[in-house]
Antibody
Framework: QVQLQESGPGLVKPSGTLSLTCAVS?????????WSWVRQPPGKGLEWIGE???????NYNPSLKSRVTISVDKSKNQFSLKLSSVTAADTAVYYC??????????????WGKGTTVTVSS | DIQMTQSPSSLSASVGDRVTITCRAS??????LNWYQQKPGKAPKLLIY???SLQSGVPSRFSGSGSGTDFTLTISSLQPEDFATYYC?????????FGQGTRLEIK
């Protein structure tokens, strides 16, 4: 079955750019799914960051849109997140997830284990 | 953005209890409502999609209902492994939003 694995630096300096990658295994990133990033600050709830289709089409959280870029690399079967101008408020566990769809439903059914990113000098 | 409001924010219950968590959307989202369970240090797990469809492998004691703006997640008989935080999430809009979460604790 499809598995997702996040990777990237665990520490990013303020004003820098957070860069993470999600490797897809057990399936193709070119399947009929959207691929998403979700984050969770320490002790807080879940926040959707954005999503991408293998064609490169994207949707972003309006509150983060000016700082977020999500891209896909079909040759490596992975997708990536870049978040610029980070502050301490961007410290969180970052998850990648797969969106699947059935009639009347659109949901995240496969999740990575998450990776912790701390913004600090 | 569509705002999702869960109630209660926290809940204490005992093994065997019937528990209901409510999620309200700021506008109609039809049945584009999903429920997730999250345990400490773990990724969220999909329980219910499309408001009332049980995800494969999820125990039948979990059920969901509702449409439009008001939704419920019910656990018919709490088991020890059900103590966790639960989130609703709407996918009606291209800007996905989650509820703030309901923490279910052991009484």
């Amino acid at each position: 079955q499809v598995q997702l694995q996040e990777s990237g630096p665990g520490l990013v300096k303020p004003s820098g750019t957070l860069s993470l990658t999600c490797a897809v295994s057990g399936g193709s990133i070119s399947s009929s799914n959207w691929w998403s990033w979700v984050r969770q600050p320490p002790g807080k709830g879940l926040e959707w960051i954005g999503e991408i289709y293998h064609s490169g089409s994207t949707n972003y959280n309006p509150s983060l849109k000016s700082r977020v870029t999500i891209s896909v690399d079909k040759s490596k079967n992975q997708f990536s997140l870049k978040l610029s101008s980070v502050t301490a408020a961007d410290t969180a566990v970052y998850y990648c997830a797969r969106f699947d769809a059935r009639p009347g439903g659109y949901y995240m059914d496969v999740w990575g284990k998450g990776t912790t990113v701390t913004v600090s000098s | 953005d569509i705002q999702m409001t869960q109630s209660p924010s926290s809940l204490s219950a005992s093994v065997g209890d019937r528990v209901t968590i409510t999620c309200r959307a700021s506008q109609s989202i039809s049945s584009y409502l999903n429920w997730y369970q999250q345990k400490p240090g773990k990724a969220p797990k999909l329980l219910i999609y499309a408001a009332s469809s049980l995800q494969s492998g999820v125990p039948s004691r979990f059920s969901g209902s509702g449409s439009g703006t008001d939704f419920t997640l019910t656990i018919s008989s709490l088991q020890p492994e059900d103590f966790a935080t639960y989130y609703c999430q709407q996918s009606y809009s291209t800007s996905i939003t989650f509820g703030q979460g309901t923490r279910l604790e052991i009484k």
